[in-house]
T-cell receptor
Framework: GAGVSQTPSNKVTEKGKYVELRCDPI?????LYWYRQSLGQGPEFLIY????????DSGLPNDRFFAVRPEGSVSTLKIQRTERGDSAVYLC??????????????FGPGTRLLVL | SQQGEEDPQALSIQEGENATMNCSYK?????LQWYRQNSGRGLVHLIL???NEREKHSGRLRVTLDTSKKSSSLLITASRAADTASYFC?????????WGAGTKLIIKP
């Protein structure tokens, strides 16, 4: 596609429920990133994929958070037993993966998650 | 954790004036990038400056980098109402983008 897309745009769920957030990166981009942004803050790194593998998952806050990218394209961020503190905008970005460290990342519009 | 700090947190100027935003960071970096965000969504990449560069221009944007002071500035010249947005600096540490809290810029018509 022309840009990074994310679905759903908005997700409202109840505390304790399981949610999945989807990211479709720019076609051909091998690097994919997930970030979380709380109101009034900058994005916070969660996880980075190179191809199908998670190259760096050091930003995942706890074991309730998990992300996959089974075919090296679409990625799904999964949150188990959601808590109110998980409410945020979840941003996905992709980059070509060919230029090494620090290449430009292209962001999707985000998924706004609200946990009631 | 957030590495960068933008200054000021908020800036309101008249259309046509120049806007300057500053960013400070803590650790060594590969490069530093500036992004714009409208309405809490859609981060748009503006400009990237490498650690061995001191200044870079792109249209009405001018970015400087001082690695000895661990700081960067973004200058927007001849501001327009459409420049109203939040501006973030992000430093690259390994493959992660580490972000500041942003400067909210309001351009008054």
């Amino acid at each position: 596609g022309a840009g990074v897309s994310q679905t759903p745009s908005n997700k409202v769920t109840e505390k304790g429920k399981y949610v999945e957030l989807r990211c479709d990166p720019i076609s051909g981009h091998t690097a994919l990133y997930w970030y979380r942004q709380s109101l009034g803050q900058g994005p916070e790194f969660l996880i980075y994929f190179q191809g199908t593998g998670a190259a760096d998952d050091s930003g995942l806050p706890n074991d309730r958070f998990f992300a996959v990218r089974p075919e090296g394209s679409v990625s799904t961020l999964k949150i188990q037993r959601t808590e109110r503190g998980d409410s945020a905008v979840y941003l996905c970005a992709s980059s070509s993966g060919t230029s090494g460290v620090g290449e430009t990342q292209y962001f999707g519009p985000g998924t706004r998650l609200l946990v009631l | 954790s957030q590495q960068g700090e933008e200054d000021p947190q908020a800036l309101s100027i008249q259309e046509g004036e120049n806007a300057t935003m500053n960013c400070s960071y803590k650790t060594s970096i590969n490069n530093l990038q500036w992004y714009r965000q409208n309405s809490g969504r859609g981060l748009v990449h503006l400009i990237l400056i490498r650690s061995n560069e001191r200044e870079k221009h792109s249209g009405r944007l001018r970015v400087t980098l001082d690695t000895s002071k661990k700081s960067s500035s973004l200058l927007i010249t001849a501001s327009r109402a459409a420049d109203t947005a939040s501006y973030f600096c992000a430093t690259v540490v390994n493959y992660q983008l580490i972000w500041g809290a942003g400067t909210k810029l309001i351009i008054k018509p």
